[in-house]
Nanobody, 126 residues
Framework: QVQPVESGGALVQPGGSLRLSCVVS????????IGWFRQAPGKDREGILC?????????TYVDSLKGRFIISRDKAKNTVYLQMNSLEPEDTAVYYC??????????????????WGQGTRVTVSS
């Protein structure tokens, strides 16, 4: 059974940093795009960043995250990371990682992702 598992969510003060991890079991993700999504209270789940299977594409889809959020991948550990810096209260959300269908390119659309984690909660508050 394929299961992405996110971790690293926490309560953090504005301006702080967190690193989220997504470990995928049951599947080698070398040929899979991995995306990070988030869902803020009362809002739809949105795609925020992705890394393509060949690492030629790391895309940030939300302008307010550019320069603050960084996605990276450790293929040996089947793990994708989301480094989040200069966190703002507006970043408060449940963060999900997702594994795209095989050979799919980077996408911000939920329907292009096959496997989903349960999410990890990030709260930015003083």
């Amino acid at each position: 059974q394929v299961q992405p598992v996110e971790s690293g969510g926490a309560l953090v003060q504005p301006g702080g940093s967190l690193r989220l991890s997504c470990v995928v079991s049951g599947l080698t993700t070398d040929d899979r795009t991995i995306g990070w999504f988030r869902q803020a209270p009362g809002k739809d789940r949105e795609g925020i960043l992705c890394t393509s299977s060949d690492n030629n594409q790391n895309i940030t889809y939300v302008d307010s995250l550019k320069g603050r959020f960084i996605i990276s991948r450790d293929k040996a550990k089947n793990t994708v990371y989301l480094q989040m810096n200069s966190l703002e209260p507006e970043d408060t959300a449940v963060y999900y990682c997702a594994v795209a269908y095989r050979l799919y390119p980077c996408s911000r659309f939920k329907y292009e992702y096959e496997y989903w984690g349960q999410g990890t909660r990030v709260t930015v508050s003083s």
